[in-house]
């Protein structure tokens, strides 16, 4: 019934566009409107299905399609075509990518130019330019807090940088990744301030309240995300005279998604900005969309609708460019947000690896696999077409959100280790190295995460100091150890700035009062350029970091078995302190590769009696790519040495 409702609605539609875009070459547009619509239609209908002016809505929701994509430049509508033939083309093991912050890396956008040879020789192609729209000077949450999504902030340039900048990298075959702060937007973007001055229309774009009544009983049910810097959930605001949910930061206010104008104004952003070159977005805090009375307002059913909603809009007017999903959730809610169905209920095509990033994590406290091994055996299962970002460090915090049952299945009380984790990374238990801060620590909860960068918390910054050669050795290995691991295990690797070439943690943020009452910023520091210097000479701890790193990309990029194609399997091992599993070649099923990792400090024991049944011969040894060395069988055994990888070919 509804797919004649929906055709005869799309009929109507197209005759009324008709004659305002008759002069534009809308074949592809209309194909793809076409097979979109109906899923469009019904899932607009869920969500909108009983408001009275459903129709209105619709249609505004189709011109704006339509007019973004009579914006499209031919060059971004050719590569739509030849990306919807070449439809897997981001699961190639080729891409390897980067985030950061244009000015903190670089001297704004057109800085970041000139800083492309750096990147390009460590290999990366991908490059997650942190946010850079108009934000308060202030209160900008690192570029999450948008006052003008149209706008670029004037401090690192200007919207026309941005599409110079993409032009350059596409000539260059790296992609662009930019965000859209999809959740929330400043209390003194445009919409805010009119709600401020009392328009309604506005006011429906947020969650406003007169009073503490519907607010205290949502948050019966809402955790809290800032309990230490923003605690709570609403925010009283003075002018409007009411309270407005503020879920991140006070001065973040929550769009609301029961409006559908808030949708549609949202489509209508993400299609600027995918009209501006980007490849790819990055959907911020997705599990957030919808909130609703009784629940935690996270992972909420109608907030994968609207998921599905933006890709199948985006699918019409720009099929080429993908989404991320930011999600940082529960292990078994993550991999929902790549959808239910490959074509029927697509969400995001890539999404953050929380889970395996916290377990690589809890590897390098405990010098063990076993929570590792777990938490790998007991991810989902993943959509085709849709791919992991494997990551060790970010600009955020790490949490600990590996599943309970996994800890205790691994011998652990999940709340005891997760204490012990926390003191690890910030250094409280005895003879641990790392520096890392606590952040988020929620009293009512005991839910603590850890702030610092990648070297600190390995120990280096520790070593560095006394002048401990072996303890800088081991700080070293596990960075590699933990790169080694996110560059074979299947998705696309996402390296975070300063971490090729071991950066420490910077205090420079307690002298800025904007900053200092958040301790992410201990990890989100300027680049050091001289310090990069030094990755050329040998000996240097950057040069070792570094050209391990470039090493290690290259081989990945040559490796076709380490592409995304549901080609990872992991091998049930009778030592604890190992991770081993092998990627095939989904196409030449004889190139296959076994990564064996080693999370202790003693050299470990992997026997390979298992292996054979894998199809690995072992006569007389395997060969580890990395080192391009020859890796002898003694006792029917490898060995591999403390806190070190292998990736072995037969
Ligand atoms: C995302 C960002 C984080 C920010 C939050 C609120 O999680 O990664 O940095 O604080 O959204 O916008
Ligand atoms: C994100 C996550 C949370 C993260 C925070 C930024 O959306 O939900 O885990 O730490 O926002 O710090």
């Not at 060790?392 to 280790?417: E, K, N, T």
Request: negative net charge; aromatic residues 12%; hydrophobic residues 40%.
């Amino acid at each position: 019934m509804y797919e004649q409702v929906s055709h005869s609605m799309l009929n109507e539609i197209l005759a009324e566009l008709k004659a305002e875009v008759e002069s534009h070459q809308l074949r592809h547009f209309y194909t793809r409107l076409g097979a979109n619509f109906y899923a469009i239609h019904s899932l607009f209908r869920l969500l909108y299905g009983d408001r009275p002016d459903f129709k209105e809505q619709m249609v505004s929701l189709v011109e704006t399609l339509a007019a973004r994509y009579i914006e499209r430049e031919p060059s971004l509508r050719k590569s739509d075509l030849a990306r919807e033939k070449d439809y897997n083309w981001f699961l190639s093991q080729k891409w390897v990518g980067m985030a950061l912050y244009c000015d903190r890396f670089a001297d704004g956008l057109k800085g970041l130019r000139s800083r492309l040879p750096y990147l390009q020789d460590l290999g990366i192609n991908m490059l997650h330019i942190m946010p850079i729209l108009d934000c308060p000077p202030g209160n900008s949450d690192g570029g999450y807090a948008v006052r003008d999504f149209r706008r670029v902030n004037s401090r690192y340039g200007a919207t026309e940088d941005i599409v110079e900048l993409a032009a350059t990298l596409r000539k260059r075959d790296i992609l662009l990744v930019l965000d859209v702060v999809v959740n929330h937007t400043s209390n003194e973007h445009e919409w805010a301030q009119k709600a401020r001055k009392g328009e309604k229309k506005y006011q429906d774009y947020y969650y406003v309240f007169d009073n503490r009544d519907i607010p205290d009983i949502y948050e019966e049910t809402m955790p809290e995300i800032f309990p230490v810097n923003s605690p709570g959930n609403f925010t009283w605001d003075e002018e409007m005279g009411k309270w407005v949910m503020t879920v991140f930061n006070s001065y973040q206010w929550d769009l609301n998604y029961h409006n559908p104008a808030v949708l549609i104004e949202m489509i209508d952003i993400i299609l600027f900005w995918a009209n501006k070159g980007a490849d790819i977005l990055r959907l911020d805090a997705v599990a957030f969309l919808w909130k609703k009375i009784g629940s935690t307002c996270q992972n909420e059913r109608e907030a994968h609708l609207l998921l599905q909603l933006l890709k199948d809009c985006c699918q019409v007017t720009a099929p080429g460019v993908l989404f991320i999903a930011e999600a940082i959730v529960a292990p078994g809610e993550i991999a929902k947000y790549f959808g239910e169905d490959a074509i029927n209920a697509k969400e995001c095509e890539i999404a953050y690896n929380a889970t395996f990033m916290s377990l690589l994590w809890d590897a390098v406290a405990t010098k063990n696999a076993l929570l590792l091994n777990r938490g790998v055996r007991s991810l989902p299962d993943k959509l085709e077409r849709a791919t992991w970002l494997n990551y060790v460090r970010c600009h955020d915090d790490i949490g600990l959100g590996f599943s309970d049952d996994d800890a205790r299945l691994s011998g652990y009380d999940p709340f005891r280790h997760r204490r012990f984790l926390v003191d690890y990374f910030t250094g409280k238990f005895p003879g641990s190295p790392a520096r890392g801060l606590p952040f988020g620590d929620n009293p009512k909860t005991g839910d603590t995460r850890i702030s610092g960068s990648l070297a600190s918390l390995v120990g280096l910054e520790t070593a560095l100091e006394r002048n401990d050669k072996e303890a800088i050795d081991a700080a070293i290995k596990t960075i590699l150890l933990m790169h080694g691991m996110i560059l074979s295990f299947g998705g696309i690797p996402l390296l975070y700035y300063g971490d090729a070439i071991g950066t420490l943690n910077s205090a420079a943020y307690l002298e800025d009062q904007t900053k200092r009452h958040d301790n992410r910023w201990v990890h989100r520091s300027h680049f050091d350029w001289v310090k990069a210097e030094k990755r050329h000479q040998p000996g240097t701890v950057e040069h070792r970091i570094f050209s391990a790193l470039k090493r290690m990309i290259a081989l990945r990029k040559e490796t076709t078995a380490f592409a995304d194609f549901d080609n990872r399997q992991l091998l049930a091992v009778d030592n604890p302190n190992l991770l081993v599993f092998f990627r095939s070649d989904q196409q030449n099923c004889r190139n296959k590769i076994l990564v064996a990792a080693n999370f202790n400090i003693e050299p470990q024991s992997l026997h390979v009696g298992a292996l054979r049944s894998y199809g690995f011969f072992l006569q007389d040894g395997m060969k580890d790519l990395c080192s391009c060395t020859h890796i002898p069988v003694g006792n029917d055994a490898i060995v591999i040495p403390p806190l070190s990888f292998y990736w072995l070919a037969d």
